[in-house]
């Protein structure tokens, strides 16, 4: 499922992400949990993105859409063993937030511990008046 989210107005979507099958394999769709606030003067976003490393996932920004992917694949042993439950399968996601236009894109950042993924997005400050000089001419 592709969920996309409007940081500023609280307003989400959804659309149906359709989820690649190979053959002899499945990869399960995950829609990681999400947490969007502001905290010190930044938007923050926080994923939960448990059982994947940081090699796993990747946060893109296009237009004003940040768009974080993740990927976490079988390991190799896996398909030597004879399972009789195997439910932490391979996983995939997509996640897609509109950036609001107060936001300069080149100043966020992210991070990665203990399964979560951060991303801060820090809010411009407040811009003091300042009296611009009229020239004559």
């Known amino acids: 499922e592709i969920l996309t989210c409007d940081w500023s107005s609280d307003v989400c979507s959804s659309d149906l ?12 769709t995950y829609l990681p949990a999400a947490d969007v606030y502001v905290s010190d003067g930044s938007y923050v976003v926080e994923l939960e993105t448990p059982g994947f490393l940081e090699t796993e996932l ?16 079988e390991t190799s042993d896996e398909h030597e063993k004879s399972f009789r ?12 937030f509109m950036i609001p236009p107060e936001v300069e894109l080149d100043s966020l950042t992210s991070s990665f511990a203990n399964g979560v993924l951060r991303i801060v997005a820090p809010l411009p400050g407040e811009v003091a008046p300042r009296k611009i000089p009229i020239t004559s001419g």
């Open 17 to 28: 992400m359709l989820s690649g099958m190979g053959f002899g394999s499945l990869v399960r």
């Open 58 to 73: 990747s946060v893109e920004i296009e237009g004003r859409m940040l768009t974080i992917n993740g990927t976490h694949e």
């Open 85 to 96: 439950i195997h439910e932490r399968l391979a996983n995939e996601f997509v996640r897609t």
